[in-house]
Every structure is written in C-alpha cells, then in structure tokens.
C-alpha cells in the first residue's frame, strides 16, 4: 500500500477520457514531436517547429480535428523539458486546454510495466498519450502570473551570483600568479563590474515586482513571520509554493509537500534481518531543501518554536542533524500552512503542524 504522503496520481480529471482528445507532445528545443488518442484510437500526427507561430499552427490544427471528431476538450500530455515547453503550455492554456506536465519518471516506470523498454519521438509520444488514456490526469492551472515572474528572476538571480562566484575565484587565482597577462586581469574585471550591474538591476526588478503585486506582498510578509524563514529565503519558498500549489490544483497536503520536498522520511527495513538507519527521500527540490535545512540552522538559535522543537529532539537523544532536519521539515509545514490560508503564523495554532 502507499504511504499517504507520496505524490501520485490517483485523483482523475471529472471530464471522462471518451469525451477528451488527448495529446501526448515530446518536446525539445527545435521541434516537437505530437501524438493523439481518441476513443482509444493512436495516431501519430509528426513533428512541428517549437515556435511560437508553430505552436499556433498545430494548436489550430488540433481544434479542428477536435470539432470534427466532437471532443468536448483537448487534453495536453507534457513533460516538463528544461523550458522548452512553455511556448506550446502558453498556447494550450489561452485556448483553455486541460494541460497536465507529468513526472518523466512517473511514466518511465509505467512505460517499463507495460514491457516498452525503447525511446524514440514516436515511441514517447505514443507513450504519453497512452499513459493520460489510462491514468486520466488532472488538469493543472497555470502557475499565478505574478508567480511566474519571480519564479524566473529568482533562477536569474542565482544564476548571476554562480558567476559572480566564478569571476571572484578567476580574480584571486590571478592575483597569485605574477604571470598572468594584463589583458586577462582587466577582462576578468570588467567581467565582475558587468555581472554586479546585472545582478542590480535583477534585485531592482524583484523589488518593483513586489511593489506592483499587493498579493505576492502579503504572502511574502506572511512567509517571514514563520520561525527560521528570512529575507533571503522566503521569495524562494514562495514562488515554489506557487509552483506546487498549481501543481494540486490548491489541494496539496502538509504531507505531500514534505515529500515533494524530498524531506520525507525513508525507511530501509524488510523481514527480520534487513535493517538500515532510516533517512530522508531527497527526490524532491534539492535547492529548496538545501534553503530550508539554512532556515532551521538559522531559526533553532532563536528563541521561538523552532528552538523549542530542536532542544526537545535533542533532549530525547535524537542526533543533532536529524533534529535539524526535523525543524527543517517543521519550518516547511508551518510556511505552507501560513501560505494556504493566507494568514500569519500563530505559536498557538501551528504548534501542531
């Protein structure tokens, strides 16, 4: 039986697969390739330019098919592919498709049930289609507009500090070496100044975002009032609770998110002789778990009901990280709690969480 935390898709989308036109696309940054499933029928309809004026062309084309065939909706079956989807996720969502990304795990695994070991765009495609015919997914709505702008500042933002990081290490290296050209020493500095400027003007932008959206705002002040969540952390936390919030269609439970996280725990026992210390999943978001596990280094050296988490853990024996891992876990209930309810957080009402 599964554990009540695992993410899977056991709900189903209330509209039925007969009356749906399903569209299984595997995307990649030239082109995608597309196939379609209707009344249990798969036909492979090619490929087609990942631009925006192709997206527009097969989404048209779609919409005839689907007025001749008398579907009641079109289905998107997307995997998520580094951002290269978001063209056809745009259009699919102005033409209110029902628009489902998947885990490409979740239907590697059901590929390989089915015994289909290959991969190709074809293969994929009729995979994909194959898999919303049988689990008949829920839709996901589009990720708050607001959201998504900071969603990607915050990807800018962290991009510009890595190379910042690079620029400073090049300059230091440089520094002790007496044989490093001139020429190099200056490219490295007008690099640095260059990168500053532009990590100043992303740091601008978030704050005029929040400027311009009362909304994302409040949440941001609400986030901060959760023990061991701060300034540099609590814009992340927001736009991924944005992210898993459109995920669950607003239905994601504590549980369910500690495990998106990867901060569920993960017991290693079976029969009478196999026995292994127990450890968290990390198959979630390694970024946001690693700023977490940062909030509750943080937030036990207050005094607050973090610390009071992290003394009792520890007064039971419990090994220091482990108990830091706790809190972290403790520190992410609480925030999304706050975030779902749009509220503040209250000692009284969250000690339970």
Known sequence: MKKQHEISLRQTDQVPVSEKLLVG?????????????????????????????????????????????????????????????????????RRQWRVTLVNPLTVRHWQQGRGKRGKADRLDTQMLTLFGADKNPPAQPPTDEAAAQLDSLLRRQDDLQLLLRSEHNR???????????????ESIERTLA??????????????????????????????????????????????????????????????????YTGLDPQPFESGS????????SKQGDAAIRSRLFLCALGGV??????????????????????????????????????????TTFDPSRFVNA
């Open 171 to 185: 300059h230091t290296q440089t520094a002790l070496n007496p044989n490093t050209p001139k020429a190099v020493r």
């Open 273 to 280: 002789s196999v026995r292994q210390r127990p450890t968290i």
């Open 25 to 93: 696309v595997d995307i990649a940054k030239a082109e995608f390739a597309a196939g379609t499933v209707w009344q249990a029928q798969y036909q492979y309809q090619g490929k087609t330019a990942n631009t925006v004026e192709g997206c527009a062309a097969f989404a048209e084309a779609l919409e005839t098919r689907k007025a001749e065939q008398g579907a009641t909706t079109i289905h998107l079956i997307i995997e998520p592919t580094g951002g290269y989807e978001v063209a056809l996720v745009s259009e699919a969502y």
């Open 301 to 342: 050296r207050g005094r607050n009901r973090l610390q009071d988490t992290y003394t009792s853990l520890c007064a039971r024996g419990k090994a220091k990280k482990l108990a830091l891992i706790a809190c972290a876990r403790k520190a992410l209930v609480w925030a999304w709690s706050v975030f779902i309810q749009d």
């Open 194 to 259: 260059a990168l500053a400027q532009e990590l100043a003007a992303i740091e601008q932008a978030i704050r005029q975002l929040f400027a311009d959206h009362v909304t994302l705002a409040r949440q941001l002040k609400q986030l901060l009032t959760v023990p061991g969540i701060g300034a540099k952390s609590a814009p992340y936390l927001l736009a991924f609770f944005h992210r898993f919030k459109a995920k669950t269609n607003a239905t994601g439970t504590a549980k369910q998110i500690v495990a």
